[in-house]
């Protein structure tokens, strides 16, 4: 049972715009940034969002992040073949003191 | 570029003993925190340790606190995870991951990650 609450799945049709949503608490999301990790098949995960909606160099733009109270939510738009991975929303918990994840979301392209 | 190897999983038997280590390279080792993060097969994310910059301090999840051991060597650039007392939920790919500052706090956050190194515990 992950911390973070996120849905087991997503799909869509190339070119369209997706959104996963991830919720959370006052310890954790309400009152801490979010961030959000891409782990390809057989791959590391790589952040993709940082500090709610920040993006690396070398990520599109096609990809977005916001926060809001104790929810975030990751947008994909224009999607690709080559976006169909699974998804990880993470966030600080202060109870912890370290990172919590969500449970993944699988994007599935059709 | 920054690169992050993970080492020494394998099979081991409940209550066994492995070290798991994390060559890095492609940046200065001394001036982040470091973080082991794990994913049992098919399943999500959990953090398991991280250590400052310097290793004076280090952090523990409350599944492993007493049984796992994080260190570094900075003149090695290499990150370590002693295991023991290894249980069968222990079994899970474990990712080394850099953190984006000095000092392990929630100002940061895991920007570099490994490939991953399998540990499986059975008997």
């Known amino acids: 049972q992950s911390v973070l609450t996120q849905p087991p799945s997503a799909s869509g049709t190339p070119g369209q715009r997706v959104t996963i949503s991830c919720s959370g608490s006052s310890s954790n999301i309400g009152s801490n940034y979010v961030y959000w990790y891409q782990q390809l098949p057989g791959t590391a995960p790589k952040v993709l969002i940082y500090?709610?909606?920040q993006r690396p160099s070398g990520v599109p733009d096609r990809f977005s992040g916001s926060k809001s109270g104790t929810s975030a939510s990751l947008a994909i738009s224009g999607l690709r073949s080559e976006d169909e991975a699974d998804y990880y929303c993470a966030a600080w918990a202060d109870s912890l003191s370290g990172p919590v994840f969500g449970g993944g979301t699988k994007l599935t392209v059709l | 570029e920054v690169q992050l190897v993970e080492s020494g999983g394998g099979l081991v038997q409940p209550g066994g003993s492995l070290r798991l280590s994390c060559a890095a390279s492609g940046f200065t080792f001394s001036s982040y925190a470091m973080s082991w993060v794990r994913q049992a097969p098919g399943k999500g994310l959990e953090w398991v340790s991280a250590t400052s910059g310097s290793g004076g301090f280090t952090y523990y999840a409350d599944s492993v606190k007493g049984r796992f051991t994080i260190s570094r060597d900075n003149s090695k650039n290499t990150l370590y995870l002693q295991m023991n007392s290894l249980r069968a939920e222990d079994t899970a790919v474990y990712y080394c991951?850099?953190?984006?500052?000095?000092?392990?706090?929630?100002?940061?956050?895991?920007?570099?990650w490994g490939q991953g190194t399998l540990v499986t515990v059975s008997s």
């Open positions: 991951a850099k953190w984006s500052s000095y000092y392990y706090d929630s100002s940061g956050y895991p920007d570099y």
């Open positions: 500090r709610n909606n």
